[in-house]
Nanobody, 117 residues
Framework: QVQLTESGGGLVQPGGSLRLSCAAS????????MGWYRQAPGKERELVAA???????NYADPVKGRFTISRDNAKNTLSLQMNSLKPEDTAVYYC???????????WGQGTQVTVSS
């Protein structure tokens, strides 16, 4: 069982920055995908960004150029640097770890990000 613990959410003004972090509690498979998803009130959960264990990253169009995903395989940690935040980025952000086949799929408890003046 892998537990994922997020941190770093909070309230920020439009144009500001936040950095989210996620730590995995147990050893994870060396070949995997980790990512950040978000869910705003009344909307479905959506992918924000994902990164494979070999460092290949992809981003949702709304966050390209503003968000940067990174990971430390030795420490089993995942980060999301969010710059130029907009009110529409307001959501609960979830950390995800999965194998490529989705046979193993784990979620963190979520961290709230609120962008408001």
């Amino acid at each position: 069982q892998v537990q994922l613990t997020e941190s770093g959410g909070g309230l920020v003004q439009p144009g500001g920055s936040l950095r989210l972090s996620c730590a995995a509690s147990a050893r994870i498979f060396s070949v995997n995908v980790m990512g950040w998803y978000r869910q705003a009130p009344g909307k479905e959960r959506e992918l924000v960004a994902a990164i494979t264990s070999d460092g290949s990253a992809n981003y949702a169009d709304p966050v390209k150029g503003r968000f940067t995903i990174s990971r430390d395989n030795a420490k089993n940690t995942l980060s999301l640097q969010m710059n130029s935040l907009k009110p529409e980025d307001t959501a609960v952000y979830y950390c995800n770890y999965r194998t490529y086949s989705w046979a193993l799929n784990y979620w963190g408890q979520g961290t709230q990000v609120t962008v408001s003046s």
